[in-house]
């Protein structure tokens, strides 16, 4: 409650108070404040604690250090490949980039969308991980066929070549892409959840079956070269380093972009429903104006805003648009000049009137 | 949950017979299919006996995005869907007979379209045996992850251009191994069979397992 009789105001989390036409309450926020993390939202879970934030913000900065090593290393510290010379070092980037693209977002969506089926490890954290890892890997998948492509041209001859691995990587893609046109069809939230959840896990179970049929069709493809049967790397020394170090380099990426990603999900999802609730207050507010006329509890200012509503048949669009801009900011109800926007509007309102 | 299967698979059934979208519009399309391939590949009658087998697959895959489509859409109607829901039917059951009926609806098609192969592209069967096993598996499989995708996108408004896109990706290993042991069905080239049939098998039963297991959810998802 805010101070109107009759206004059950806060009605969802994350708007604390969307005070529409209360002129003495004082306004929590200019234009300009973001519901964001460091914001204190009561009543609301948190999206991102500052933790989190911190933590996220010291992975982007070794991801960024340790890939800066790694092309180094990789550039002018290792030595070139006695065949394929300068190109070997290609191999700092693309398989631990297709390391993250085929298993570790795959297996972060599959396990996310598994733990959100199972009723008791429900949650929308996991439906978010889901997208935030699938919409992430997408980037690698391509990147993983993108590379590989340029590695292949010089040393086979052909930008693509209907290899065993290039040909599912290229399917996993597709896959992929299908997955992310799914989460864009609209739908609530939990029927969007429940239906990617399903979607990711039914496709799941194709991908091996894709990946072995797709080897028995054909195959040119090197086989691995760090993991290897007896698990001992076949490479120089100081190459295996520098590889090493790019996997973790590529990993780290992949951890800062996906818990971006994941906060880009959870805030936009935060921002929805505050505009919901914004909107609602909005309209019961207007009910209440029509409803008993005069006599509001704002004082005068808010008196010749309900008088004006009233009279003025249904402005409640342009009224809308006024007080609810759509940048999830549902709490900006203040002019530029300062002044109240309940005033402003009162007035607006009243000038249509006339 | 059989006698479920039954009673839906009967009910689509029932309905194309009525209706006969499928033999009207699905397996007419189906033909046209190979006729463009035809035309695409020229009068020269050797590349078309070497793609036949392929061909026919992809004639299948696309006739199976239609025949797929029709099977939501004959439930798209006021409150079908709900209606199918609330009737007491084990969803297991509801997808097993929808699938059923697609897999008869393909079969029919298949049966007409290897006429079309063998008469317009000149192909030549060599093992009738290993034809029919073989696309019996390839048929409950893309009926089954057909029926799974539906089921998934019967909701929405945007079915028709997202069906097929979720669909034919995940049916590729099917059009692989289907080619394939149509190959050496066909004699055009390739030699054991056996491995592309066991994938297909494989193939069926994990998608008609994952529609049995899933079929509550993939309902509720819808």
């Known amino acids: 409650m805010t ?26 926020r200019g234009v300009d404040a973001p519901v964001a993390h460091d914001v204190a939202m009561p009543g609301a879970p948190r999206p991102w604690g500052p933790v989190a934030t911190w933590t996220v913000r010291a992975m982007g900065v070794a991801a960024v250090v340790c890939t800066a090593l790694t092309v180094w290393l990789g550039l002018w510290v290792t030595p070139p490949d006695a065949v394929q010379h300068d190109l070997v070092r290609l191999v700092y980037l693309h398989p631990p980039i297709a390391w993250v693209a085929l298993y570790l977002a795959f297996g972060t969506a599959g396990l996310a969308s598994v733990l959100w089926l199972w009723p008791r ?72 959840a429940r239906r990617c959840a399903v979607a990711a896990l039914v496709t799941a179970a194709d991908v091996p079956i894709v990946h072995f049929s797709v080897v028995w069709w054909r195959t040119l493809h090197q086989q691995a070269t760090v993991l290897n049967a007896n698990l001992s790397p076949t490479i120089h020394g100081s190459m295996a380093w520098t590889l090493l170090l790019g996997f973790v380099a590529v990993t780290l990426a992949f951890g800062w972009m996906l818990a971006v990603r994941y906060r880009i999900e959870a805030l936009s999802a935060a921002a929805e429903e505050a505009e919901l609730g914004a909107a609602l207050a909005e309209r019961r507010a207007e009910g209440l104006a029509v409803g008993s006329g005069a006599a509001p509890a704002g004082g005068p200012d808010t008196a010749l805003l309900h008088g004006a509503l009233a009279t003025a048949g249904q402005p409640q669009a342009t009224d809308a648009e006024a007080l609810c801009p759509d940048a999830g900011h549902p709490v900006a109800v203040e002019s530029d000049a300062g002044q109240p926007a309940a005033v402003r509007l009162g007035s607006a309102a009243a000038e249509r009137a006339q | 949950m059989w006698r479920d299967a039954a009673l839906v698979a009967g009910k689509d059934l029932r309905i194309e017979l009525r209706s006969r979208v499928v033999l009207h519009q699905v397996i007419p399309f189906g033909v046209l299919v190979l006729l463009l391939f035809a035309l695409a590949l020229g009068p020269d009658r050797r590349p078309m006996v070497q793609a036949a087998p392929g061909l026919f697959w992809v004639a299948v895959l696309f006739a199976t995005v239609l025949a797929v489509q029709r099977s939501v859409a004959v439930e798209s109607g006021d409150g079908v869907r709900d209606g199918l829901r609330v009737s007491g039917l084990d969803p297991a059951g509801v997808f097993l007979g929808k699938a059923a009926a697609i897999g008869a609806q393909l079969l029919a098609l298949e049966v007409l379209l290897t006429g079309g192969v063998l008469v317009l592209y000149g192909a030549q069967v060599r093992s009738y045996g290993a034809l029919l096993t073989s696309a019996v598996f390839a048929t409950a499989g893309l009926a089954a992850a057909g029926t799974i995708y539906g089921t998934l996108s019967a909701g929405m408004r945007v079915r028709e251009t997202l069906l097929p896109f979720l669909l034919l990706p995940v049916t590729a290993p099917v059009l692989l191994a289907g080619t394939r042991a149509w190959q050496v069905a066909l004699g055009a080239g390739g030699s054991a069979g056996d491995p592309w049939v066991r994938l297909l098998v494989v193939f069926a039963a994990v998608y008609l397992a994952l529609g049995v297991a899933m079929a509550g959810a993939l309902q509720e998802a819808a």
């Open chain 1, 3 to 28: 101070g109107v009789p009759g206004v059950d105001a806060p009605v969802v989390p994350g708007v604390d108070a969307p005070v529409v036409h209360d002129v003495d309450a004082p306004m929590a």
């Open chain 1, 121 to 192: 490890t429900r949650s929308a954290l996991w439906d978010r991980l889901a997208a935030a890892a699938v919409e992430v890997g997408t980037v690698f998948t391509a990147l993983t066929l993108v590379t590989g492509s340029i590695w292949g041209r010089p040393t086979w001859g052909v930008w693509w070549a209907w290899d065993a691995r290039l040909t599912s990587t290229a399917l996993l893609l597709v896959l992929q892409l299908g997955y992310l046109a799914l989460r864009r069809v609209p739908g609530d939230p939990d029927t969007r």
